[in-house]
């Protein structure tokens, strides 16, 4: 992510000093995940600071910093459980596609391709991720990622290429 | 605090400095700052760093600090934290008497050298007593610098507890101070040393 630079950067240091370390805690207790909670602080201070010629007329920054950032943690949280949902999905299409005679074992399956999809390198996981989950096409990624359409594409297809290989092959 | 509470702060922390450095590109050791909003010398401002206390500062109130904080260490990130508690307790034992000694890591490594060797002198000067410019010149082991000694103490980044309120004129008059004249006068007379001519 480029860094604001100048004024920007200075506004939302000062955001950050006064206001990160409670918000991050406040955060923390709804996600109970500290990658998702660097998250949502970030987003969290990138809105305040786009919305901030329009804040300089509201006295209490604060109780608008918590409202934006519990908004922005619970649907997190509602995303989170639909991505599990649909890698689920993806993992029980999957696995129908490599094993046929699909046995009665669907939960262990499913537990160690969760554990698969954690192991993937970054790149590729949150690819996938937005891919599978987000239904996002690749062009979308890339902007989303960083990095070129080409790059999103490839991190999608290695990252099911890996699932395929240790789904057959644990 | 709890073990809990602890490894709490440590991961909240770590979230606030990833994103210091992601959205502003601050990075390295931070600087951690608490408020003390209603003491008997006013507003007061204080930072520590990871060998101590790097301010202490007479403010006008928490965006004044914080302003100055992030002009002045332009490349770290600044935040707010309860581990400065140990300080905020300890000053408040200094304003209700009950000590005046403060046990609080000072880290001076920012000041210039002659100007720290002031300080030093300055932070022996036991409470309840006073020294002179000359004299804290002469212990900074330049006699003859007596002006620039002032200079330094006008600039003392910890006010009270390098106690440079306790350095007088040759004249027993006040001189001058940071937090103004009256703030050096109340810290005086609550230490129990009275400016008087000698």
Known sequence: MPHATGRASQQIALLLAKHGEELARHIR???????????VLQDTMLRAHRALPALGALANHRAWLYRVATNIALNAVRSRTRERAALERHAAEHELAVEPHADGHDEARRATLWAQVARLPERQRLAL???IADELDYEEIARRLGGTVAAARANVYQATKRLKMEVRDP | MTETA????????????????ALTGRRGEPLRYAMMDDTPVGVLGLAAGERGLRHLSFVRDEDDFLGRLLAEHGDVPVLRSAALDPVRRALDAYFAARRFDFGVA?????????????????????????????QIAVRAGSPRASRAAGNALHNNPVAIIVPCHRVLRTDGSLGGYGGGLPVKEWLLEHEGARPRTL
């Open chain 2, 6 to 21: 602890v490894r709490e702060r440590q991961a909240v922390e770590r979230i606030v400095l990833e994103a210091f450095g």
């Open chain 2, 106 to 134: 000072v880290d001076l490594s920012g000041v210039p050298p002659f100007h720290r060797r002031v300080l030093n002198a300055t932070a022996r000067i036991p409470a309840g007593r006073v020294a002179t410019y000359t």
């Open chain 1, 29 to 39: 207790r709804i996600l109970r995940d500290d990658d998702a909670a660097q998250d």
């Open chain 1, 129 to 131: 991720t937005l891919r």
